[in-house]
């Protein structure tokens, strides 16, 4: 059984991501993408435009000085231009670390990511990790 174009496009995204290649990443977004981090930290928010978006990738390698990994689980296709994947997040900032599930829900047209919504298990988890001051002496 082949996989879904939009899956591929996904997992294609993935390994971009882990080999920290945003030239990549870029290709595969329209430029007016969204990409929606849940909760209540500096990261959280609407990035719009794929300047933005590359920004905040850039940030979350720079925040957890490269320790940060995504684990892909699964992707799932509906055929209709939408993917949900399933991940664990893994990385540490300063002396906190964190080991997370994740999902992301993509919105895909024309072959490329116009809208990413991210959710966590655990987002008073999630709102801690990426709220500590990383820069603090422990």
Do not use: Q
């Amino acid at each position: 059984m082949s996989e879904h174009p939009d899956c591929a496009l996904i997992r294609r995204g993935y390994e971009a991501f882990g080999k920290g290649d945003l030239e990549a990443l870029g290709a595969m977004m329209t430029a007016d993408v969204i990409h929606h981090m849940p909760g209540h930290n500096p990261l959280s928010g609407h990035h719009k435009g794929r300047e933005a978006v590359l920004g905040l990738y850039r940030r979350l390698a720079e925040e957890t000085n490269g320790t940060l990994r995504l684990h892909l689980e699964s992707v799932l296709a509906d055929g209709r231009g939408h993917v949900m994947s399933f991940h664990t997040a893994c990385g540490d900032r300063g002396d906190r670390g964190i080991e997370i599930r994740e999902g992301l829900f993509f919105t895909i047209v024309g072959h490329k990511i116009t809208d990413i919504d991210g959710c966590t298990e655990d987002i008073d988890e999630s709102d801690a990790f990426w709220s500590a001051r990383s820069d603090l002496p422990s």
